[in-house]
């Protein structure tokens, strides 16, 4: 049967989709239809008979690119697998196993991961300078990687990434070209590439060899690209080198521009119609997602931001009205969560609504953690999109197996994760510092963490983790202290965050203030035990209780499970009910944007995390503070709260079990 397009869409957007083969730009904001679009205008390229083949479908996740084309299937009937769709990366591995050979990549390449990457990278950093990472103020290879991958990514030299976006690093500056080269060459010896390789070496092949231009540019004759504001100049550069024919749909929305930390650029979407001569810009201004009262609430806003270079846009809402928007303020974090869980009771169990429709939306992860713990003990199916829980996540597994060697010296696992983060300390190497230490605890009896500080133990200390050993022993025999005579386990957990481990973390991970931030949450998750046992025991359970809940999602993917994600990871999805939790000041828009003095990328996630909703949208904020901010123990609303007039959004009062006041 033929596809009714007339039915299906909207004028604006029939026009779009039935537009001429030429530089289509669709311009339109959240929940207009840009996907939609971009999915029935492959739909209609082959119902005027373009052999699927001809087709090249770019999207931001391999997801996405699923959904689009199994619902190109059910339109057209033709499989998902005639088709080139998918991230720019994994089409890039694609281009590359094909014709890499054409710039001498070997055919059977290898990717490597995150972590195999850094540590490659640290093996080249070595081979040029001994040592390099011995001095603190060095960057460690993690943060050492990130800065090398924006420049890659923005196709900027290290020189000017270094001073626009790591001034801090600038003493290094000169010396980071050759580190760079030397991991270049280590990669083409051993046959690997890194994530973005996939990108730079495709660039590449397309710029060095004419020939597979050529082909590409005569076998893609349509290229379609979901998301274009979120593309950074790497993928922008694709894209122009594979439609030499300028023959490009892509679709976005500036406003929703998110991921300039990995090198987006929005300008790349400003300065589409320049590259591309007689550009056709089609807008929608309707929108199909939400109700009129939460499309009011996301204009509001837009109009928020100041006058910058942005497209205009004003969206009308196909929908009746419903409610406006709930602005919920709850005494702490604790009071969130069992708000949320009350209502989404409510929406599963009185009014139908399907878990897979509801969505918790968070800024960062740490603002999930007592979300998650209310979930756990509820039994609601839930799925964190991460896919990392909280207590699975690998600073916080480090610092419990931290106390839990320090309340049982004997846990030799526990010891062997601490002990294995100092450099060149392996499993043998661990297990060989904790028999010394044992022998000499046990022959002086005196206690095994102060035997780890004696001279027996730091003779079985491997020379290079020698000079960090006695801060080591000493944050742990802090930590020790704390927990002797059976108190509370809180500060123990701060000592081991201001300790060794914190700076441990810091010289580790690029985005070490974001874990530093989630193991905050776990000292204030600490304050409500009494003993360390206590702690203890509960985060093993909770971690079982999770550990089933993941199984159960994986393996057999039950039909509906509350969606817990990050804002980020939200992009270009819908909800019927949405829960955006944590909105105070300083933890949306972050602390370390206000710091910065640079909200705008802030306001923009906020926009993309409104715009999720589709019926109903609450927005809420705890009044006391987890842990003390600037500001003391309360918190202040978001800023992005405050903008909105008032009128586009009601306040709920909760019912309080008990009145703490009377
Ligand atoms: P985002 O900016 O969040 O990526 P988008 O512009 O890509 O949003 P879509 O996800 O394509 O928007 O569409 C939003 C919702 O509106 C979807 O559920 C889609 O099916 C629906 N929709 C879009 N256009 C129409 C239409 N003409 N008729 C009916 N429903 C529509
Ligand atoms: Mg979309």
Redesign the pocket.
Known sequence: MPIDFRA???DE?YDAVTAPAAPLLVL??????????LTYRVAWLISRGVPPGEILLLTFTNKAANEMLHRVEELTGIGPRRFWGGTFHSLGNRALRLYGDQIGLARGFTILDADESETLLKRCVEDCDKTFFKNKTYPRPGPLFSILSLARNTQQSIATTVRKNFPQHSEIEHRLDDFAASYEKAKREQAVVDYDDLLELWLRLLSESQTVADYFAQRFRYLLV??YQDTNTLQAQIVDKLAPHHCITA?G?DA?CIYSWRGADFENIMRFPDRHPDTAIHR?ETN??STPDILAYANAVLQAQPLGRHFDKELRS?RAPYQKPHLVETVDDREQAEFVLKRIRALIEDEGVSASEIAILYRSHFLALEMQLALARTGLPYQITSGVKFFERQHIRDLVALLRFIYNPTDTLAWQRIATLLPKVGEKGAQKIHAAARDHAVLLQSDFVAALATDDVLSKVPKDAREEWPHFCASLAEVAAELRDGRAPALAVEHAIEGWYGDYLRGAFADYAERLDELKALATFATRFDTVDDFLSQIVLLNGETADARSATDAEKPAAAIRLTTIHQA??L?YDVVFLIGLADGQFPSRRAIDAGDIEEERRLFYVAV??AKNELYLSYPKVASRPGPGGMMNTPSRFLLEVPDTLYERLRIKRRFDWRR
């Open positions: 299906a869409l909207n957007q339109a904001g959240a929940g207009s239809g840009k996907t939609r679009t979901d998301e679709v929305d929703q929608i199909y997602r196909a992009k270009g819908e715009t999720r």
